[in-house]
C-alpha cells in the first residue's frame, strides 16, 4: 500500500479525493444518509496519514464544511480525523521535537496567552463544580489545539500550506453552501423555513450564517492572489458571490454585523488606529455592564412576555430586535443577567468548564423569563466573555480581551511592516476572519464548536508564523 501511494502524485491524489469525496457526498444526498462521507476517509485518509501527516492534516481541514452531529454528540467526519491527528500529532512532535519551530513561538505575547488560557481551564476543571464535566471540556480543547493550531504552526512555517489550507477549505465549503442555497431556494428562500435546509450540516441558521461570514475574507483573500481571469479567479469571484448571498439568507443578524464590523477593522488597520479601537470598545462593554448594574436599574428592561415571540418573516424579525420583542434577544437578557449573578459567587475559578447550564437557573431573575427559557437544548450564555466569566472566573475572561487586544494591534504592525503585497493579503485575511469570529462570538460561544473553533485557531497560527517570520527578518537585517 506504501509503495502504491509513493507512486501516486500530490495533484492526482487530490483530484481522485475531491472524485470520491464528490460521489460520497451525492449518495449522500441520494439516499439521505450522509455516513456515505466516511467512505472517502477510511479508504483513503489512514493510509496518507501513514505516509505522511500533511495528507491528514488536508483532509480534516475539507472536512469541516461537510462535517454533521451524530447522536453521541461528536461531529462526523471532522471530530473523529481531529483525534486522529491529535495521536499523530504527539507522535510527530516526540520524535521531531527539535525541528519542529515551535521553541521560536515561546516568546510571543499572542502564544503566551493562548498558553495562560490552557493552563487556566485545567486550573478551573480541578476546582470545578463537576469534575468530570470539566475534564471533558479539556480533552475536547486539547483535541482542537493539536490539529488546529500546534500542527498548524509547523506547517505554516512553509508559506504554500496557508494558501493549500485555503484551498482546501473553500472548495469544499462553497459545494456545501451552493447545495444548501439551492434547497433554499425550493422553499422561496423563506425566513421561517430556515432550519431544514442547513440540515445536517448546521444545527442552526447562527452557526451557518457565522461560518460563511467567517469564509468571505478567504475568498477575498484568494481572488487578490489570483492572476486576473484565471481558473482561480473565476472561481473565487463566483464564491464570494455565493458567500455574499449566503451570509444574507442566512438570516443571523450577528453574521451581517460582523461582517460590517470587519470592513471597520480593515479601515483601522490602514489607518493605524486599532490600538485604541479596542480599549474603547471594552470600555464600553464594562460601562454599559455597571450602569445597567446600578440600582438594578436592568430591571427596567425587562421583556413583555406576551409580546416576546418568535416571529415568521424577516421584516418582523428586525423590527422586533429593534423594539426589543424578539425572543432570542430576551433569552439573551435572561441567562447574561442569571451569568452574572453567578459570577458573584464565583468571581476566580468560575463553576467550572461546561458546567453553567447545571447552575443557572438557580440565579435567574424570574422577570426575564420568556417561553422558551425551559431550554432543553441546554445551550448556555450567548455571549462568549460571559461564558468565560461564569464558568472559568474573570482571569479567564480578562485574557480572551487581552488576546484579542493583541491580535489586532500585532496583527496592524505586520500588515504594515510586510513588504510583499502577498504577505499584506493572507496577514489581512487572517485578521478579517479574527475580526468577523470576534463579533459572531460575543452573541454565542462558537469557539467550542468545529466549524468556527477550527477556523479560529488556524488564524491565530497564520499570524504567529508572521510574526516570528518578520523578527528573523529583521534579525538578519541587523
Avoid at 64 to 92: A, K, N
Avoid at 162 to 168: E, G, V, W, Y
Wanted: glycine share 4%; aromatic share 16%.
Amino acid at each position: 500500500m506504501i509503495t502504491l501511494l509513493s507512486a501516486i502524485t500530490d495533484k492526482q491524489m487530490f483530484v481522485g479525493a475531491t472524485v470520491l469525496f464528490m460521489v460520497a457526498l451525492l449518495f449522500g444526498f441520494y439516499y439521505d444518509n450522509f455516513i456515505f462521507l466516511g467512505i472517502p476517509f477510511a479508504l483513503v485518509a489512514l493510509p496518507l496519514a501513514i505516509k505522511d501527516i500533511r495528507y491528514a492534516y488536508f483532509f480534516l481541514i475539507a472536512s469541516i464544511p461537510c462535517s454533521f452531529g451524530l447522536d453521541i454528540s461528536m461531529d462526523f467526519p471532522d471530530e473523529f480525523l481531529m483525534l486522529f491527528l491529535s495521536v499523530l500529532t504527539i507522535v510527530w512532535l516526540v520524535f521531531h521535537a527539535k525541528k519542529s519551530g515551535l521553541k521560536q513561538f515561546a516568546t510571543e505575547p499572542m502564544f503566551i496567552i493562548m498558553v495562560l488560557s490552557l493552563v487556566w481551564i485545567l486550573v478551573s476543571c480541578i476546582c470545578s463544580e463537576n469534575f468530570l464535566l470539566s475534564i471533558k471540556f479539556l480533552l475536547k480543547k486539547i483535541w482542537y489545539w493539536l490539529p488546529f493550531f500546534i500542527l498548524p504552526l509547523v506547517l505554516f512555517q512553509e508559506r504554500n500550506f496557508i494558501r493549500s489550507t485555503a484551498k482546501s477549505l473553500l472548495f469544499p465549503m462553497i459545494v456545501v453552501v451552493s447545495i444548501i442555497l439551492f434547497r433554499q431556494a425550493l422553499v422561496g428562500f423563506s425566513f421561517e423555513m430556515i432550519y431544514d435546509p442547513l440540515q445536517p450540516f448546521f444545527l442552526n441558521h447562527v452557526l451557518y450564517g457565522s461560518m460563511v461570514s467567517v469564509v468571505l475574507p478567504i475568498a477575498i483573500a484568494a481572488l487578490l492572489l489570483s492572476r486576473f481571469l484565471s481558473g482561480q479567479w473565476v472561481f473565487s469571484l463566483l464564491a464570494i458571490a455565493v458567500l455574499l448571498f449566503a451570509t444574507y439568507v442566512s438570516y443571523s443578524r450577528a453574521a451581517w454585523l460582523a461582517v460590517i464590523f470587519a470592513v471597520c477593522v480593515f479601515i483601522g488597520i490602514r489607518l493605524k488606529i486599532m490600538q485604541y479601537v479596542m480599549p474603547i470598545l471594552y470600555v464600553l462593554f464594562v460601562s454599559t455592564v455597571l450602569w445597567l448594574g446600578k440600582d438594578n436599574r436592568f430591571l427596567s428592561y425587562k421583556p413583555v412576555h406576551d409580546k416576546t415571540v418568535m416571529h415568521e418573516t424577516l421584516e418582523d424579525h428586525i423590527l422586533a430586535t429593534i423594539q426589543g420583542t424578539d425572543i432570542s434577544s430576551a433569552e439573551r437578557y435572561y441567562r447574561w443577567i442569571a451569568a452574572l449573578r453567578m459570577s458573584k459567587d464565583h468571581p476566580i475559578l468560575g463553576v467550572g468548564p461546561n458546567n453553567f447550564y447545571d447552575y443557572y437557573k438557580g440565579y435567574v431573575v424570574k422577570s426575564f423569563r420568556t417561553w422558551v427559557s425551559r431550554n432543553p437544548e441546554r445551550s448556555t450564555t450567548h455571549n462568549y466573555f460571559i461564558f468565560l466569566l461564569v464558568e472559568q472566573g474573570y482571569p479567564a475572561m480578562v485574557l480572551y480581551a487581552l488576546l484579542y487586544f493583541m491580535i489586532f494591534f500585532q496583527g496592524q504592525k505586520l500588515y504594515h511592516q510586510a513588504s510583499k503585497r502577498e504577505d499584506k493579503i493572507i496577514i489581512m485575511a487572517a485578521i478579517m476572519v479574527l475580526a468577523v469570529i470576534f463579533i459572531n462570538n460575543f452573541l454565542s460561544e462558537l469557539l467550542e464548536t468545529d466549524k468556527i473553533g477550527s477556523l479560529f485557531y488556524l488564524s491565530l497560527a497564520v499570524l504567529l508564523n508572521y510574526r516570528v517570520k518578520q523578527k528573523k527578518e529583521a534579525m538578519n537585517y541587523e
